[in-house]
């Protein structure tokens, strides 16, 4: 009788290694490589070689006739904007985020809300029993919308109940770490189950014309549990953030087939649930309070909708002999080439100094537009001069503390001008280019080129803050001589 094959599979990033240890090589997790059973192998060459040819495929050219794809709008504004316009019928979409973010209160409002508008929808539970869905639907006030409830994480079993005729057009599967295969020889929560699982379900999506909902847990990092290889077979793969001290969420868009990349939907939680928010950069700058210095109005870009979030800096003695740079809901590699070009090529002396660096309201920013902003949240703070109430700013910083231009600034000038912002500090258009059109009559804008002229709206008389030269060593090297 033939021996079994045996591998060694990484539970966290999906290596195969023909031995165990310890840690694995390719992702460094400890202790996360466990023992499964290898497929069986097929025949030499792919069986290739004695199947014969293959049949042609036909080519086809790009220019045709392509219905836009049929969607399912659940009346939820924020989650069919980061969906593309709603749920496309046969697609698989794939959720993300840290534990009681709010993952199964949101597709349990989305499938009460398709099921309201006679769309048929199921949600099948791994980790909850039936009666506590219901006591959490009970206290969402959706009691009576017609959602069929099943706990089971057999996969098998589900995909035999969605393949009658009358199946539901809508499932949600929570979560998809907890569904198996009975073909698959290892345990829930795996590499090999989750992958397996998951590629049944989609599969199914695909042949049935159901759209299929998974919840996926998340790790320490905030990726995705499980193969990578899980967010490439699903179409859209949305993550759910936000604090847990914040009484509003976000659902970003990391992948979608159907739409825009990089969408945000902003939901408000209470305890009926997770509500629309239909203007995010009133919600952002809310607590906002004037005349403090360290606080800057940032217009920035999420997706498609220009937002309007504070960022706030301070700029404390350090009592340490190595200063600390704490960063929240930025990159805080982007802050220290900040910090940086502020010292090399601004002469701003920060370094003896702690920097702590925070996006009011929980927003993750990740675009290179919020250099300037944070620029002017630090030196602000560095010369307690507080930035004008009425302004907004956006820009890039280069390494020579040039200050580039970014896209979209019309966009972003009418979202500053309708909350009522009169003023702009912007980066001046490229050279040669023609003038861009004038989108906010009502704002004043202020062009600058170098860092040096951000630094010098903060230098007080009594205090002048040291500036070096722009153009470097050249010049003081003409100085000396």
């Known amino acids: 009788m033939a021996r079994p094959l045996k591998r060694f ?42 199947g014969g040819k293959g049949r042609l495929i036909e080519f086809a050219g790009l220019r045709g006739t392509t219905p836009q794809p049929e ?17 496309v019928v046969g697609s698989a979409l ?25 769309t048929a929808c199921a949600y099948i539970s791994g980790e909850e029993a039936m009666d506590q869905v219901r006591l959490r639907a009970e206290r969402l006030g959706l009691g009576d919308a017609a959602v069929q409830l099943a706990a089971a994480t057999s996969v098998r079993d589900i995909i035999a109940t969605l393949e009658r ?21 290892s345990t829930p929560g795996t590499v090999s189950q989750v992958r397996a699982s998951a590629q049944a379900l989609v599969e199914l999506a695909k042949r049935r014309g159901i759209a299929v909902l998974l919840v996926g847990h998340v790790t320490k990092d905030g990726a995705i549990a499980g193969p990578r290889v899980l967010e490439h077979m699903v179409d859209t793969v949305l993550y759910f953030e936000g604090e847990r001290g914040h009484h509003f969420r976000i659902l970003r868009t990391v992948k979608n087939r159907f739409g825009p990349t990089d969408e945000i939907g902003v939901f408000e939680m209470s305890d009926r649930g997770l509500s629309d928010v239909a203007n995010p950069s009133a919600l952002f700058l809310g607590e906002r309070r004037g005349q403090v210095s360290g606080a800057c109005v940032f217009a920035g870009i999420e997706g498609t909708r220009p937002v309007l979030v504070e960022i706030q800096a301070l700029v404390a003695p350090s009592s340490f002999a190595t200063p600390r ?9 982007r802050l220290a080439m ?81 909350l009522g912002f009169r003023s ?58």
């Open 9 to 50: 599979a990484c539970q966290a990033c999906g290596a195969i290694t023909s031995k165990w240890s310890g840690r694995c090589e390719s992702c460094g997790e400890w202790n996360s490589i466990a023992e499964e059973a290898a497929p069986a192998p097929g025949p030499a060459g792919g069986g290739l070689a004695r």
């Open 71 to 87: 969607r399912y709008r659940s009346g939820i504004a924020e989650f069919d904007r980061v969906c593309g316009g709603g749920l």
């Open 94 to 118: 794939l959720i993300g985020g840290d534990p009681g973010i709010g993952k199964s209160t949101l597709l349990l409002q989305v499938a009460a809300a398709l099921a309201r508008q006679n």
């Open 165 to 185: 005729p009358d199946a539901p057009r809508v499932a949600v599967i929570d979560s998809i770490q907890t569904m198996w295969l009975d073909t698959v020889e």
């Open 325 to 333: 740079h704490a960063v929240v809901g930025w990159d805080s590699n």
């Open 338 to 418: 900040v910090l940086a070009v502020l010292e090399a090529r601004c002469g701003v002396a920060i370094g003896a100094n702690d920097v702590y660096l925070n996006v009011a309201g929980g927003l993750r920013i990740g675009e290179p537009a919020a250099d300037l902003a944070v620029a002017a949240a630090v030196v602000s703070s560095l010369a307690d001069e507080p930035v004008p109430t009425d302004m907004v700013v956006f820009g890039e910083i280069g390494l020579g503390g040039e200050v580039r231009p970014v896209s979209q600034r019309e966009a972003r000038l009418r979202e500053a001008e309708k």
């Open 424 to 481: 702009a500090l912007v980066p001046r258009g490229r050279t040669g280019s023609a003038p861009a059109p004038r989108a906010a009559e009502g704002i004043a804008i202020d062009e600058i080129e170098h860092l040096t002229d951000l630094v010098a709206r903060f230098q007080a008389p009594d205090r002048p803050m040291k500036r070096a030269r722009r153009n470097g060593p050249s010049e003081r090297g003409r100085e000396q001589g």
